[in-house]
């Protein structure tokens, strides 16, 4: 009886981690990292791919963070890209383009002009002019290019391991101590 309350307890993927619905993460091949935000306050960055948060794409080609109304936008060339509820707009649209598919497209500039997610020297999320379109093989496209990946593990950090593992010794002591 012992074994089957623990077991009910811990048949888990690992401390921190579940397995939940199938989201979509934002990865960057030449790195390995992915797209993640500390708040919305911060600038986007590239981070561990177990911080990120679930990404969904719609059909209207809108990256937004799931479960929220927020959405990646280009403001300016050479700008972080930016976490906004404003999302019907061109600088909120994502194509993904090249041959590749691995370049993320929007408008800025009332939709004149065309930039392309890329990684600043600190791992910041910026728009740049879209590069290695052409074929100039003499280009690296490498920091540009960001791939949709499927997922269905995601990161729990509102509890730590240490909590949980108080949290098991809480429920099962009483139960371990009557027998």
């Known amino acids: 009886m012992k074994t089957s309350v ?4 811990c048949h888990c993927a690992g ?3 579940t397995v939940g ?3 979509k993460l934002i990865f960057h091949p030449l790195t390995g990292l992915c797209v993640i ?11 561990p791919c177990s911080l990120s ?6 059909p209207q080609k809108i990256l937004s963070i799931k479960g929220t109304y927020y959405c990646i936008q280009a403001v300016k060339e050479g700008m972080p890209a930016t976490l906004s509820i404003l999302c019907s707009n061109p600088n909120s649209k994502w ?18 002009t065309n930039v392309c997610l890329d990684v600043n020297d600190n791992n910041i999320i910026v728009t740049n002019a879209c590069k290695c379109l052409s074929n100039d093989h003499s280009c690296d496209p490498g920091s540009q290019w960001f791939k949709l990946i499927e997922s269905g593990r995601r990161s729990i950090s509102s509890i730590s391991t240490l909590s949980e593992l108080n949290l098991l010794e809480l429920l099962t002591k009483p139960y371990l101590n009557s027998k």
Do not use: V
């Open 6 to 9: 623990i077991y009910h307890f």
């Open 15 to 17: 401390p921190g981690i």
């Open 53 to 58: 948060d679930g990404w969904n794409y719609t």
């Open 21 to 23: 619905n199938p989201h």
């Open 95 to 112: 194509d993904m383009i090249s041959d590749s598919k691995l370049h993320l497209s929007s408008k800025i500039n009332s939709g004149s």
């Open 37 to 47: 935000r500390k708040s919305l306050l911060e600038p986007l960055k590239l981070g």
